[in-house]
């Protein structure tokens, strides 16, 4: 396999954008490879500018699960492109794409759309401080809910200690408000609310973990994050930017039957374009402005494109729920493939999945929290990964992150995928 012309655009790239790429993972961070630069995607497949062919495991990090230029989506853009990208008025389709949202998301009443997952968080952030006129946010180590300063803390050290900025940048002022909790530790959640429970506006909480590789929260954790945000009066904000209608049409939530104050969107809801959202409850969503003093805006926010790509592809996976029994099938006959070479070859490893969103931890310990992701060979995964991309397999090039299987994926793929993995995984025994 030739990789010139993508090494030849990186180093280009590298003299105009800051390490060449306009999100840190894309410059391949955490493995020995310079990235790909990609030219097209059709299907499950992805196509570099060396004209290499790959089965994609990404999906443009979660959005696409109906798979790359799917028809449908395409020719809905092509449609409306025509008319004008972007009007900063109001449009029949924004309200279309609202009503598909709360129709399959019960907690969810009034929703705002913006543009990434980041903006979602951070406005769900400002509105339960807001609503609450409390300052504190609880957040847990190995979550990711996008890069507002507010979000992007780690834990302190010490059990029970206010959060410290984990990016230049963010203010320690501002990193105080966050405190870093345990991912799936109810006793670490009640000391915490003990000690600073009349001041915590909200806990915000991936439902199933896929920042740390995937991680699915238990049920009693959830259980207990819904009732102890009730007893204080703090507000539940339930981060579904990845798994909204990943993992289920009516999201993470109603499989654990959990109704939070707040949902936060993202990616799929997009349809691979750049789309965020928040909604709620329409007591806390009447406080966002124009009908409250919560202030938030965006020029492009509710754009036409995007949303017509969302709308389109949330009607196809509502008229389609077999789309989802589909998914399941193919995600869980790729893990057993894979955990099958590993037992036959002795590779120590981990597996996680929910639905169509899944990781491998190179780690005897079942993972069910940022420390014991932690304690996966990273050495091992770049090694994985690099024999994966080299048989033809785009994966996610981090050991902490999801694989994200698609529609169009087809059983030949998954067959392909997990031979190509017995080759892989035999080069780390
Ligand atoms: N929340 C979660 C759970 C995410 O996975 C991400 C992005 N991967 C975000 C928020 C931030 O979304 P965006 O990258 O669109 O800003």
């Known amino acids: 396999m030739n990789f010139q012309r993508s090494k030849a655009l990186f180093e280009e790239a590298k003299q105009f954008i800051p390490g060449g790429v306009n999100s840190p993972v894309r410059a391949f961070p955490s493995v020995f490879m310079d990235p790909l630069f990609i030219r097209k995607g059709k299907g499950s497949k992805i196509y570099d500018v060396d004209g290499n062919e790959y089965i994609d495991y990404v999906g443009s990090w979660g959005p696409l699960i109906l798979g790359h230029a799917h028809e449908e989506v395409t020719n809905a853009l092509k449609k409306v492109i025509d008319m004008g990208t972007s009007y900063g008025a109001p449009t029949e389709i924004e309200t279309e794409l609202a009503k598909l949202v709360c129709e399959a998301v019960p907690s969810v009443e009034l929703v705002r759309m913006v543009n990434s ?205 077999e789309i989802y029994e589909d998914l399941e099938k193919k995600s869980k006959r790729l893990v057993d493939g894979i955990k099958e070479n590993a037992q036959k070859l002795g590779v120590k490893a981990s597996f996680n999945r929910v639905g169509a969103m899944l990781s491998i931890f190179f780690t005897e310990k079942e993972v069910v929290d940022f420390k014991t992701a932690m304690s996966s060979d990273t050495n091992k995964f770049s090694i994985y990964f690099e024999e994966m991309l080299k048989s033809g397999i785009y994966l996610a090039p981090s050991q902490f992150e999801a694989s994200f299987i698609s529609a169009a994926h087809s059983d030949e793929d998954i067959e392909k995928t997990v031979e190509a993995s017995f080759y892989a995984l035999k080069k780390i025994v």
């Open 117 to 321: 997952g980041t903006e979602a968080t951070m406005s769900a952030l400002r509105l339960a401080r807001g609503y609450t006129g409390r300052k504190m946010i609880v957040k847990f180590e190995g979550n990711y809910h996008g890069h507002s300063d507010s979000l992007l803390i780690k834990a302190g050290s010490g059990a029970l200690t206010i959060g410290v900025p984990n990016s230049p940048g963010v203010p320690e002022d501002i990193a105080r408000n966050t405190i870093t909790a345990q991912y799936n530790d109810i006793e670490g959640l009640e000391d915490i609310f003990k000690e600073y429970g009349e001041q915590i506006a909200g806990v915000i909480v991936e439902p199933i973990a896929g920042n740390m590789g995937v991680v699915p929260a238990k049920q009693e954790f959830m259980d207990a994050l819904r009732k102890i945000t009730e007893e204080y009066g703090a507000l539940l904000i339930i981060d579904e930017v990845m798994t909204g209608f990943r993992v289920s049409y009516n999201c993470a939530q109603s499989l654990y039957n959990v109704k939070p104050d707040i949902t936060t969107f993202g990616k799929i809801i997009g349809g691979g374009l750049p789309v965020g959202a928040y909604g709620g409850k329409r007591e806390i969503m009447e406080k966002v402005a124009p009908i409250g003093p919560v202030y938030q805006a965006g020029t492009l926010s509710g754009n036409p494109l995007a949303m017509t790509a969302g709308y389109v592809t949330l009607k196809i996976l509502r008229d389609h729920p």
